[in-house]
C-alpha cells in the first residue's frame, strides 16, 4: 500500500529552522511530483513547495521562497523541506503528497493523493 509519513515538526522560535521529512513505503518517490503544504483551523489547505520527478524543477509559494528549500534524497526514498528563518506565520500542519503526470507551473492540492498524516510546526514569536 503506498503511504507517506512527514516526520520533523516541532517548536521553534521566530527566525529559527527546521527540516521536514517525508518517507515513502509501498512505492518510489522518485517517479512522482511530491508537494508539501500546510494547513491552518479555518483555512484550506495550501501548496507550500513542489518537486518534480525528472529533473528536480521546484515550486514555491510566493510566500515562503527565499526561506524554504525543497529537495529529494530517492536512496532514502525521502524528500525534505528544509525550512529556515522562520515566522509565526508559518505555523500549521504540514502534509506531503504525491502527483503523477507532467510537470505543471502552479500546483492545486487536489492534483495531489496518498496524502500523509502530517506534522506540526510551531512558530512562537
Known amino acids: 500500500q503506498a503511504q507517506l509519513a512527514e516526520s520533523g515538526g516541532g517548536l521553534v522560535q521566530s527566525g529559527g529552522s527546521l527540516r521536514l521529512s517525508c518517507r515513502g513505503s509501498?512505492?518510489?518517490?522518485?517517479?512522482?511530483?511530491i508537494g508539501w503544504f500546510r494547513q491552518t483551523p479555518g483555512k484550506e489547505r495550501e501548496v507550500v513547495a513542489c518537486i518534480s520527478s525528472s529533473d528536480s524543477s521546484t515550486y514555491y509559494a510566493d510566500s515562503v521562497k527565499g526561506r524554504f528549500t525543497i529537495s529529494r534524497d530517492n536512496a532514502k526514498n525521502t524528500v525534505y523541506l528544509q525550512m529556515n528563518s522562520l515566522k509565526p506565520e508559518d505555523t500549521a500542519v504540514y502534509y506531503c503528497a504525491a502527483a503523477g503526470g507532467r510537470w505543471r507551473q502552479k500546483w492545486d492540492p487536489a492534483d495531489f493523493a496518498n496524502w500523509g498524516q502530517g506534522t506540526r510546526v510551531t512558530v512562537s514569536s
Open positions: 509501498g512505492f518510489t518517490l522518485e517517479y512522482n511530483t
